[in-house]
């Protein structure tokens, strides 16, 4: 039987999946990308490859996430697309009448309109991180419990301490004055995740119409008390997926199975070769690009960064 590969390799975690013939998440994996993308989908193919029959052969391979060209070129990749095209494919994939997909990350956050199964609208945040997972953990951090304790206590809360969703800043000083006049733990981890829902919708999902089916995914999602404050502010059921935070990674794999070239071979020994990077300025007009050369075993195997074809010139340097 052939498979997919797909991988979506994003500032905090990458995932990877592997699809059968019938489009099923057949192997999966969910990893911390820890500063060390290349490293990261090493690691994922060592992960993907036991869960596999000994004689799985992946046919395609497509790769998205902050990340995706540098592993792209890394798995020869059939398919190399953006975040907001791989989390539609893969949604719909599953939820085909899908309206609105909701997703937060660990740094990066955001919302995509679909109307008949086609993306009418989208956006992502800026700068701010008051409204993403990193958000979260470090407030936890603060409040001496873990993420994964947050949902649940959030759920418990009667009345959710009312906290300033702007920035993390405002948050957290906020979140420190309300602790020592009194408000208790539980309280403000359900203001938290109110202030995340509140700063998501501020920003990201500022000037759209949300229209159900909405769909929330990321690793946010799997806040329960975040997706208690979505339902009540919006009015409507929110859908999280078991599989939510991998539909990156699925919509790749989806991607990279319809890519007009298929002709490139993927072997799981590719994670034993030696990769390496170097960030060179170019000269080559004012400009100054930094652009990035990618090597496997000391041949160039892509560059990028340039925003001209004057950088051309040093694509034969070792």
Same mark, same amino acid.
């Given at each position: 039987?052939?498979?997919?590969? *797909?991988? !979506?390799?994003?500032?905090?975690?990458?995932?990877?999946?592997?699809?059968?013939?019938?489009?099923?998440?057949?192997?999966?994996?969910?990893?911390? %990308?820890?500063?060390?993308?290349?490293?990261?989908?090493?690691?994922?193919?060592? !992960?993907?490859?036991?869960? @596999?029959?000994?004689?799985?052969? $992946?046919?395609?391979?497509?790769?998205? *996430?902050?990340?995706?060209?540098?592993?792209?070129?890394? @798995? &020869?990749?059939?398919?190399?697309?953006?975040? $907001?095209?791989?989390?539609?494919?893969?949604?719909?994939?599953?939820?085909?009448? /899908?309206?609105?997909?909701? #997703?937060?990350?660990?740094? !990066?956050?955001?919302? $995509?309109?679909?109307? &008949?199964? $086609?993306?009418?609208?989208?956006?992502?945040?800026?700068?701010?991180?008051?409204?993403?997972?990193?958000?979260?953990?470090?407030?936890? %951090?603060?409040?001496?419990?873990?993420?994964?304790?947050?949902? #649940?206590?959030? =759920?418990?809360?009667?009345?959710? %301490?009312?906290?300033?969703?702007? =920035?993390?800043?405002?948050?957290?000083?906020?979140?420190?004055?309300?602790?020592?006049?009194?408000?208790?733990?539980?309280?403000?981890?359900?203001?938290? +995740?109110?202030?995340?829902?509140?700063?998501?919708? &501020?920003?990201?999902?500022?000037?759209?119409?949300?229209?159900?089916?909405?769909?929330?995914?990321?690793?946010?999602?799997?806040?329960?008390?975040?997706?208690?404050?979505?339902?009540?502010?919006?009015? +409507? #059921?929110?859908?999280?997926?078991?599989?939510?935070?991998?539909?990156?990674?699925?919509?790749?794999?989806?991607?990279?199975?319809?890519?007009? !070239?298929?002709?490139?071979?993927?072997?799981?020994?590719?994670?034993?070769?030696?990769? #390496?990077?170097?960030?060179?300025?170019?000269?080559? =007009?004012?400009?100054?690009?930094?652009?990035?050369?990618?090597?496997?075993?000391?041949?160039?195997?892509?560059?990028?960064?340039?925003? +001209?074809?004057?950088?051309?010139?040093? /694509?034969?340097?070792?």
């Amino acid at each position: 039987m052939h498979y997919s590969l *797909g991988v !979506d390799v994003g500032s905090i975690s990458t995932k990877g999946v592997v699809l059968d013939e019938m489009g099923q998440i057949t192997a999966s994996t969910y990893l911390w %990308t820890s500063g060390d993308p290349l490293g990261a989908v090493r690691r994922l193919i060592h !992960d993907l490859r036991p869960q @596999l029959p000994s004689d799985a052969i $992946i046919g395609t391979v497509g790769t998205t *996430g902050s990340a995706r060209r540098l592993a792209g070129a890394m @798995l &020869n990749a059939h398919a190399v697309k953006n975040e $907001i095209t791989a989390h539609a494919v893969g949604t719909l994939s599953r939820h085909p009448d /899908t309206g609105t997909i909701l #997703e937060i990350g660990g740094q !990066d956050a955001k919302i $995509i309109l679909l109307r &008949n199964g $086609i993306v009418t609208d989208y956006a992502m945040n800026t700068l701010c991180a008051a409204g993403t997972g990193a958000f979260l953990s470090t407030q936890a %951090t603060r409040l001496g419990l873990t993420v994964e304790d947050m949902g #649940e206590m959030a =759920c418990r809360s009667q009345s959710p %301490t009312r906290l300033s969703a702007r =920035c993390t800043v405002f948050a957290e000083s906020d979140l420190i004055h309300k602790a020592q006049v009194g408000h208790s733990k539980t309280d403000l981890v359900a203001g938290l +995740c109110h202030a995340v829902v509140a700063n998501y919708l &501020n920003n990201v999902g500022k000037g759209k119409q949300i229209t159900p089916p909405v769909i929330f995914q990321g690793g946010v999602s799997k806040n329960q008390g975040v997706v208690a404050a979505f339902r009540a502010e919006l009015g +409507c #059921e929110i859908h999280v997926d078991p599989d939510g935070h991998l539909m990156g990674a699925a919509g790749a794999a989806h991607l990279g199975t319809t890519a007009p !070239d298929q002709s490139a071979p993927f072997s799981f020994d590719l994670a034993e070769q030696t990769y #390496e990077t170097q960030a060179w300025p170019c000269s080559g =007009c004012a400009n100054h690009c930094e652009v990035v050369y990618f090597y496997r075993d000391g041949t160039l195997l892509d560059h990028w960064g340039n925003r +001209c074809e004057k950088a051309d010139i040093y /694509t034969t340097s070792a």
